[in-house]
T-cell receptor, first 115, second 116 residues
Framework: EPEVTQTPSHQVTQMGQEVILRCVPISNHLYFYWYRQILGQKVEFLVSFYNNEISEKSEIFDDQFSVERPDGSNFTLKIRSTKLEDSAMYFC?????????????FGDGTRLSIL | AQKITQTQPGMFVQEKEAVTLDCTYD???????LFWYKQPSSGEMIFLIY??????QNATEGRYSLNFQKARKSANLVISASQLGDSAMYFC?????????????FGAGTRLTVKP
């Protein structure tokens, strides 16, 4: 069964450094998402992306975050200058469409640790 | 603003018995979808079941069923014949609207422990 893949599985970065989290969505999906989950807390929506542009973003997704689809397969989340509070699990998800019973399929996540 | 509430931080169930995980939601949008995801200790998010706001029947998917009570705005997950492998965090989520509304909002989750 096709799946969303995320790399790396664990990223350790110094505070203030830039980090790029990578995702390969399911190949025929058109909608892409990033979520984050701070340890022990609920999953929070960050941003959705369709047709090469952001379609929605949450209040968490401020100017230090950006997303990109650099080629036909990858979808990346960049954090420009990381802060301690950015430490979390980051999930990429994709869906075939946004309506009806189409679920968002999640990757296994990247655990980001900021030192 | 949409809101998802899961009032049970933790639940225990005996193996082979059924368990109900509660979820209530709040929305003013007449069109919405409700989803349940399972998160094992390994961390991945696994889609379990979906219920649409206009669906006339409760959704079922194998051992999972959704007790959808629209007037009460509740969408409880029922797991029948619990197995040890069902031990995990379970998240209820909602997506509002039919077109173009992409984001899914999650509840705080319920940690289910299945006892042998």
């Amino acid at each position: 069964e096709p799946e969303v893949t995320q790399t790396p599985s664990h990223q350790v970065t110094q505070m203030g450094q830039e980090v790029i989290l990578r995702c390969v969505p399911i190949s025929n999906h058109l909608y892409f998402y990033w979520y984050r989950q701070i340890l022990g807390q609920k999953v929070e929506f960050l941003v959705s992306f369709y047709n090469n542009e952001i379609s929605e973003k949450s209040e968490i997704f401020d100017d230090q975050f950006s997303v990109e689809r650099p080629d036909g397969s990858n979808f990346t989340l960049k954090i420009r200058s990381t802060k301690l509070e950015d430490s979390a699990m980051y999930f990429c998800a994709s869906s075939a469409e946004t309506m009806g019973n189409q679920p968002q399929h999640f990757g296994d996540g990247t655990r980001l640790s900021i030192l | 603003a949409q809101k998802i509430t899961q009032t049970q931080p933790g639940m225990f169930v005996q193996e082979k018995e059924a368990v109900t995980l509660d979820c209530t939601y709040d929305t003013s949008d007449p069109s919405y979808g409700l989803f349940w995801y399972k998160q094992p200790s390994s961390g991945e998010m696994i889609f379990l079941i979906y219920q649409g706001s206009y669906d006339q029947q409760n959704a079922t998917e194998g051992r999972y069923s959704l007790n959808f009570q629209k007037a009460r705005k509740s969408a409880n997950l029922v797991i029948s014949a619990s197995q040890l492998g069902d031990s995990a965090m379970y998240f209820c989520a909602m997506r509002e609207g039919r077109f173009g509304n992409n984001d899914m909002r999650f509840g705080a989750g319920t940690r289910l422990t299945v006892k042998p």
